[in-house]
């Protein structure tokens, strides 16, 4: 485990926690007593590598005709997929199940992942079916986490944020966007009912149960990060984020029925199925600030 510390513009103790030997996964991002990432969803971390903060890539949702010349043996979980009919056993991508290269500090860590890299003697390649170099950097500064993550590939792919973020009670994600979303594979108008002061303004109440697409759009022509919000009853998460295309960039809300968390997804791609891009790199700040007060 990697621990990265700094103290916020307001005083108060951040920490960020990354497991690098297990996919990069950010298990813990804190600022004094307000923890985001849902500790409940450990079990999947150890399950499967998925929960808490896991990544996605180079691939996201399952492939029709994914690699199988390998030993499932190597990870425990394919096994247990395999047998309930699911054909690719790393639907999010390879990256979230490996070891990771590594460098860090007090306030960094830099990492690196190839297809080339080893299991057991297996290179990545034989599970993502294609070779690829993965960069992720992370730096906790005084206003928030920093994170880059890049890819350059032989295949079109992609890289995402699938950060499990712990939720109760009511919320809400906010931002600008455009105005379809996207159901699987389907694209659809907004709602009237998830906007609130423009029809391109997306007030996404919570809790309701949803795995939606949204395209983000720029608050005003000068900007150069997308911006969205994230809030509970305990804390409001604020996005800000952009990719190397203006054309392939979107973002998930996942929400499970009764679930501890929601997942509020930056990704490389307008449709994840179907990247587009053999490079590309997503920029995120996550930056986290007391609840919204109600009058």
Excluded at 90 to 103: D, E, L, N, Q, T
Aim: aromatic content about 12%; charged content about 20%.
């Amino acid at each position: 485990m990697i621990t990265l510390r700094n103290t916020a513009l307001d005083g108060e103790e951040l920490e960020a926690i990354y497991a690098p030997e297990k996919g990069m996964n950010l298990i813990s991002y804190r600022k004094g007593s307000i923890q985001v990432i849902d500790q409940q969803t450990t079990p999947l971390f150890e399950e499967r590598c998925a929960g808490l903060g896991a990544l996605i890539g180079p691939h996201f949702y399952e492939q029709s005709e994914p690699p199988s010349d390998y030993d499932p043996s190597l990870f425990p979980h394919v096994a247990k997929m395999q047998a309930q009919g699911r054909k690719d056993p790393f639907s999010h991508g390879i990256a979230r199940y490996v070891p990771w290269k590594y460098a860090s500090s007090e306030t960094q860590i830099q990492a690196e992942l190839q297809g080339t890299d080893l299991i057991q003697n297996t290179p990545l390649t034989a599970f993502e079916g294609q070779d690829f170099h993965m960069k992720y950097e992370a730096r906790l500064l005084p206003d928030g986490l920093f994170i880059s993550v890049a890819i350059t590939s032989e295949k079109p792919s992609l890289v995402g944020l699938h950060y499990y973020y712990a939720f109760s009670g009511k919320g809400s994600v906010q931002g600008q966007v455009q105005n379809t979303y996207r159901d699987q594979a389907n694209w659809n108008s907004l709602p009237a009912n998830w906007t609130d002061t423009s029809p391109n303004h997306l007030y996404f109440t919570l809790p309701q149960k949803a795995d939606y697409g949204f395209i983000p759009a720029y608050k005003t022509e000068t900007d150069h990060e997308y911006h969205v919000q994230l809030n509970t009853e305990n804390y409001s998460l604020h996005f800000e984020f952009n990719t190397s295309s203006n054309e392939e960039v979107s973002f998930q809300v996942f929400h499970p029925e009764n679930a501890s968390y929601v997942c509020v997804e930056p990704l490389s791609a307008r449709f994840p199925p179907g990247p587009k891009l053999s490079q590309s790199k997503l920029e995120t700040k996550l930056q986290i600030y007391n609840p919204l007060q109600t009058t």
